[in-house]
Structures are given as structure tokens and as C-alpha cells.
């Protein structure tokens, strides 16, 4: 996308106000009337039905909670968006999924080597591994209390 200078977007107004077409003004400037036709509907350049289009800043009190809504919930989308591409939360991910396959892989070497290893007289376990999750859940069920 191009972008045209402003002063031509000045030009491009005032022809409007003075009575020109789209399809004149675009000639007249050397642009598509297309991006005229654009202009004015963005910039409400036309006569009345622009006027009709609301303002947000007349709006009325009772449809200020309604935008007031609107603009927060994107703005809490957009933040969670934000923190979901933060490297910090993906390298959480990757600890706990790598935890996760740790401690998949202990209770699998338990049931193929524990069943061995206790025919010997060892009582304790091969191998063990806790996921981070398990420990905090175990702490917070035992009245710790996680700090």
C-alpha cells in the first residue's frame, strides 16, 4: 500500500467541498477515484449522511458503558495476545512439558525395571521424577500454603 501525501488529501477535500465528483477530483489530482471515494467515506467529507454517522465524542451517557466495554475487552484481548508471545511463558511450557515426559518416562522405567529391581531386594524406587505442578498441588493440599 502507498501512502499519498497529506497536502494532496487537503487538495482532495476541498475539491469535494466545493462540489467536484470523485471521478473529477481523481482526475484533477492524478489519483483513483477510488481512494477519493474512500477518503470520504473514512473522513465523513460528504454531506449529510456523513453528519449522520455518530461521533464517539458526542455520544450519549448510555452508550458510553457499551464503548467503555467494547475498547477494555479488546484491550484485555490484545494484553493476553501480548503475554502469550512473551518467550517467557514459552519457556514455562517447555520446562513443564519437558517435566511432564520426565516423569511419564519414571513411571515407565518403574513398571520395567522396578518389577527387576525389587526381585533383588530394592525397595525404593528406580527412578523418580515430580512435575512442578504435582509438588505446588501437594503443598497446597497439605496446608503450606505456596508464597
Not at 490484545?78 to 520446562?95: F, G, N, S, V, Y
Request: aromatic share 4%.
Amino acid at each position: 500500500m502507498s501512502f499519498l501525501p497529506l497536502d494532496i488529501r487537503r487538495q482532495a477535500k476541498s475539491l469535494v467541498e466545493a462540489g467536484k465528483t470523485s471521478a473529477e477530483v481523481g482526475v484533477l489530482l492524478d489519483i483513483k477515484p477510488g481512494t477519493v471515494r474512500e477518503w470520504k467515506r473514512r473522513y465523513m467529507w460528504d454531506g449529510p449522511e456523513g453528519q449522520d454517522r455518530p461521533c464517539n465524542d458526542d455520544m450519549d451517557t448510555d452508550q458510553v458503558p457499551a464503548e467503555y466495554e467494547r475498547v477494555m475487552s479488546l484491550d484485555v484481548m490484545d494484553t493476553l495476545d501480548w503475554i502469550r508471545r512473551m518467550p517467557m511463558p514459552r519457556r514455562i511450557d517447555a520446562i513443564l512439558k519437558r517435566e511432564r515426559a520426565l516423569e511419564l518416562l519414571s513411571k515407565r522405567a518403574e513398571r520395567v525395571i522396578g518389577g527387576l529391581a525389587r526381585s533383588h531386594g530394592q525397595q525404593s524406587k528406580v527412578i523418580q521424577v515430580n512435575s512442578v505442578t504435582a509438588i505446588l498441588s501437594s503443598r497446597e493440599n497439605s496446608g503450606c500454603g505456596v508464597t
